[in-house]
């Protein structure tokens, strides 16, 4: 089992920057690829950016890229979500999501998924 746990989530206005942090426990965070998921209300979960097990490779959502950086510490257990230029679209839930394989970006991969942190950009 691996538990996750978000946190950083908030109100910001539109072009600010918000960081979200996701915690790791269990069996080995190292082994795993990583991903941040989003859902807005009424909408399905999707793909955000995803970071290989090593942090060697990592992808990211049109719609994010240049805009959203991921980054994991496999010595803190921690994987980071920098998010810059914030817009109004940008806001949902924001869920991290661990995986034995990836980095990917569907969603039916990745079998441990953290509660979710609210993420709200203001206009």
């Known amino acids: 089992q691996v538990q996750l746990v978000e946190s950083g989530g908030g109100l910001v206005q539109a072009g600010g920057s918000l960081r979200l942090s996701c915690a790791a426990s269990g069996r080995t965070f190292s082994r795993y690829a990583m991903a941040w998921f989003r859902q807005a209300p009424g909408q399905e979960r999707e793909f955000v950016a995803a970071?290989?097990?090593?942090?060697?490779?990592?992808i990211y959502a049109d719609s994010v890229k240049g805009r959203f950086t991921i980054a994991r510490d496999n010595t803190k257990n921690t994987i980071d979500l920098q998010k810059n230029s914030l817009k109004p679209e940008d806001t949902a839930v924001y869920y991290c999501a661990a995986a034995l394989v990836g980095p990917s970006q569907y969603r039916m991969e990745y079998e441990y998924w953290g509660q979710g942190t609210q993420v709200t950009v203001s206009s």
């Open positions: 970071n290989s097990w090593s942090g060697g490779r990592t």
